[in-house]
């Protein structure tokens, strides 16, 4: 009965003698296995099918859009236009590309961390500075206080991967004429213990916020609050699982605070040795 079980009929189970004895044990512990290799296929299948889904809606809008275009000669401006529309569409699809790529070396154990010392004010400022183009064409103004903190020991192109998230979507969901600010502090290092404290970076913004009860979903892969709004700024829903999963390997903690209409809150918090 064990032979017979493959992929394709994981929910089958194999027949408990009932005997209490090794066989009957062995048995249970057969089927216990069954039933996980099970939940890791569905997670398997659900996981495409949202990557697919991802990826076919703004293939979909490029195809239209190019497809209009063709169909009578237009002038410059008007290509132009469409070009300009494409890109974006093509930026969005590259962007959720990368991030699924990445999840699967994560969910594949393939990333080994890095440790090497991390100056995290000179990276947040790198970061503000990339981000300023964005946040122009969002009229969002970006502010910095960040402190001369002693160094951190992480992956720096992870960090960077991290706070980039934060970055955009706090750029991405907030209101023209609003701002973003970058905050890096030190806490709770202690002479007497030896103990070095963490370094606290928050990523605030004066956007939309998020529902309090849908605070807690946020980190799910593929998560959006609100899915057609989500749509239009162009997410996947997976920068925050990302974010979540750097900030472990970190041995962090990332904690965020949200009011409807007022703005949001992202803490993170990385140990320094
Ligand atoms: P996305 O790529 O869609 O932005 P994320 O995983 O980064 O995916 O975020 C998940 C969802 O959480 C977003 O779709 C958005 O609804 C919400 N969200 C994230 N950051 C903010 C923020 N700073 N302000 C308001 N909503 C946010």
């Known amino acids: 009965r064990a032979q017979s079980i ?4 994981l929910g089958e189970r194999i027949p408990q003698p009932g005997t209490h004895d090794e066989i009957d044990r062995m048995v249970a512990t057969l089927n216990e296995m069954i039933q996980r290799l099970e939940q890791s296929f569905a997670q398997l299948e659900q996981f495409t099918a949202n990557a697919s889904h991802e990826l076919r809606t703004p ?14 000669s237009r002038n410059d401006g008007e290509y132009r236009s469409v070009l300009e529309s494409n ?4 930026r969005r699809i590259s962007r959720t590309v990368e991030h699924l790529f990445l999840l699967a070396r994560i ?9 090497e010392p991390v100056f995290l004010k000179p990276l947040l400022e790198e970061i503000a500075k990339d981000a300023a183009i964005l946040a122009g064409e969002h009229e969002v103004r970006i502010e910095s206080a960040l402190d001369d903190i002693p160094e951190a020991q992480g992956d720096t192109i992870m960090l960077v991967q991290l706070f980039i998230n934060l970055v955009e979507n706090g750029i991405k969901y907030n209101r023209p004429g609003g701002s973003l600010r970058l905050k890096l502090t030190a806490h709770g290092a202690n002479a007497a213990t030896g103990y070095p404290g963490i370094a606290r970076v928050e990523v605030s913004d004066t956007g939309i916020g998020i529902p309090h009860e849908e605070l ?3 980190f799910d892969r593929f998560y959006r609050v609100d899915k057609q709004r989500a749509r239009s700024h162009g997410g996947a829903g997976l920068g925050l699982s990302i974010a979540q999963w750097i900030v472990r390997m970190h041995k962090g903690s990332i904690n965020v605070r949200s009011r409807e209409g007022e703005g949001t809150t992202f ?3 990385i140990p320094i040795e």
Request: hydrophobic share 40%; no cysteine; charged share 25%.
């Open 6 to 9: 493959s992929s394709e009929n």
């Open 59 to 72: 293939l979909t809008i490029l195809k239209g859009e190019i497809e209009v275009a063709l169909q009578q």
């Open 87 to 90: 890109l974006e569409e093509v």
């Open 107 to 115: 969910d594949a154990n393939a990333i080994t961390p890095v440790r």
């Open 216 to 218: 807690d979903s946020i």
């Open 267 to 269: 803490t993170v918090d």
